[in-house]
């Protein structure tokens, strides 16, 4: 298993796409072995129920990274989008096992990430092509701030009629 990790190269044009591949310490796993099963000495993941849906998580914090993990642990792709430079809040906290926030690893099991600074054009530009092929997008900043950035809801669907 793999996590996608947030990567800053300092630069600042806001559409650098951070494909930072990982594996995680298994210290740091912490995935649900309910839909395993061991065959031949390897794990095999079965698909979910979920399996085929793509999805692109804006959430932060709790709430939202908790859904989209469940959703994750159903067989979704989820593309996590992250601010440049900081990436979710919940990287920074403890408790850490070898530079990794546990609580982070957690939350975001499942997940691919991408740093986009959203206030940026060329970002949006990333973003809006990134709508195009997902089927949900899932978001919890403050009612109005998507709306803002030019990314509303009606914005969206105008991009990708059958987006959830």
């Given amino acids: 298993?793999?996590?996608?990790?947030?990567f800053d190269t300092?630069?600042?044009?806001?559409?650098?796409?951070?494909?930072?591949?990982?594996?995680l310490k298994k210290s740091?796993?912490?995935h649900n072995d309910r839909r395993n099963s061991?065959?031949?000495n390897f794990l095999q993941i079965e698909p979910g129920a979920l399996a085929g849906v793509r999805i692109l998580d804006l959430t932060r914090v709790l709430a939202g990274p908790f859904c989209t993990m469940l959703l994750g642990d159903m067989g979704a792709e989820i593309i996590k989008v992250e601010?440049?430079?900081?990436?979710?809040?919940?990287?920074?906290?403890p408790p850490f096992i070898e530079g990794y926030s546990t609580y982070f690893c957690n939350m975001n099991r499942n997940k691919k990430s991408i740093t986009l600074d959203l206030k940026k054009p060329e970002a949006k530009a990333v973003f809006k092509e990134m709508v195009k092929n997902v089927d949900v997008v899932i978001e919890n900043y403050?009612?109005?701030t998507m709306t803002k950035l030019g990314i509303?809801?009606?914005?969206?669907?105008?991009?990708?009629?059958?987006?959830?």
């Fill in 142 to 144: 403050k009612p109005g």
């Fill in 83 to 93: 601010e440049p430079g900081k990436g979710d809040d919940t990287r920074t906290y």
């Fill in 152 to 164: 509303g809801h009606d914005d969206l669907k105008a991009i990708n009629p059958r987006l959830i």
């Fill in 1 to 6: 298993m793999a996590l996608f990790v947030f």
């Fill in 10 to 23: 300092g630069k600042t044009i806001g559409t650098e796409i951070a494909y930072i591949q990982c594996e």
């Fill in 28 to 30: 740091c796993l912490a």
């Fill in 38 to 40: 061991v065959t031949n």
